[in-house]
């Protein structure tokens, strides 16, 4: 049974940074695409950053070069690193998990597995 917990969300002010971690049981995070995921309040869930088999990235253009998506294959977790965040990135983080080892976009129909999510609050 494939497992995702997500943890590391918060509240910190504009400009600060946060780290968000998906610790996966019964999957392997270097094995398949992974992703997260965020979705604010009155909106559609969007795509943030995804990683393949191959540790190739892709990052929404909202959070490029502030947010980078890492694994870690030893602790089988994902990461997403946010730094210089804004009040448009208040959101619910969610780690998401396909059952591909490639990528194909930040479509959430390609994504089997889902998190529970993590709220992320950022204040002016």
């Known amino acids: 049974q494939v497992q995702l917990v997500e943890s590391g969300g918060g509240s910190v002010q504009a400009g600060g940074s946060l780290r968000l971690s998906c610790v996966a049981s019964?999957?392997?995070?270097?094995?398949?695409?992974m992703g997260w995921f965020r979705q604010a309040p009155g909106k559609e869930r969007e795509g943030v950053a995804i990683i393949d088999s191959s540790s190739t990235t892709m990052h929404a253009d909202a959070v490029k070069g502030r947010f980078t998506i890492s694994q870690d294959n030893a602790k089988n977790t994902l990461y997403l690193h946010m730094n210089s965040l804004k009040p448009e990135d208040t959101a619910v983080y969610y780690c998401?998990?396909?059952?591909?080892?490639?990528?194909?976009?930040?479509?959430?129909?390609?994504?089997?597995?889902w998190g529970q999510g993590t709220q992320v609050t950022v204040s002016s």
């Open positions: 019964g999957y392997r995070v270097t094995n398949y695409c």
């Open positions: 998401a998990a396909a059952s591909r080892s490639r990528c194909f976009g930040f479509d959430a129909y390609n994504y089997r597995y």
